[in-house]
């Protein structure tokens, strides 16, 4: 059974810093593309980062970039997301996302093309 477990949500000061990571199992892994959402009170569930396991380029949500950075950690087989310079209205539910097959092209950005998801975590941004 494939499991995606999403940590290190909590709360953080404007302008500091998160680092969320998703922990998956229950199936091998190879170029299958990860990625971040969230939730933000309010709006739908909107694109943050995405990356192959495997390893390779990055993509960023515009909102993000210069801010955010993903990364792959092999030892622990998790994705990572790294959120520096936090805004109030990064506020929301995090989520981890996966897609069951390999698809050679850039990420979708589209929440339904995500087979798999984990459970979310929550960051809180206060000004």
């Known amino acids: 059974q494939v499991q995606l477990v999403e940590s290190g949500g909590g709360l953080a000061q404007a302008g500091g810093s998160l680092r969320l990571s998703c922990a998956a199992s229950g199936r091998t892994w190879s170029s299958n593309m990860f990625a971040w959402f969230r939730r933000v009170p309010g709006k739908e569930r909107e694109f943050v980062a995405a990356m192959r396991w495997s390893g390779g380029p990055t993509y960023l949500a515009d909102s993000v970039k210069g801010r955010f950075t993903i990364s792959r950690d092999n030892a622990k087989n998790t994705v990572n997301l790294q959120m520096n310079s936090l805004k109030s209205e990064d506020t929301g539910v995090y989520y981890c996302?996966?897609?069951?097959?390999?698809?050679?092209?850039?990420?979708?950005?589209?929440?339904?093309?995500?087979?798999?998801w984990g459970q979310g975590t929550q960051v809180t941004v206060s000004s």
């Open positions: 996302a996966a897609e069951s097959k390999i698809r050679f092209e850039a990420p979708r950005r589209e929440s339904y093309v995500y087979e798999y």
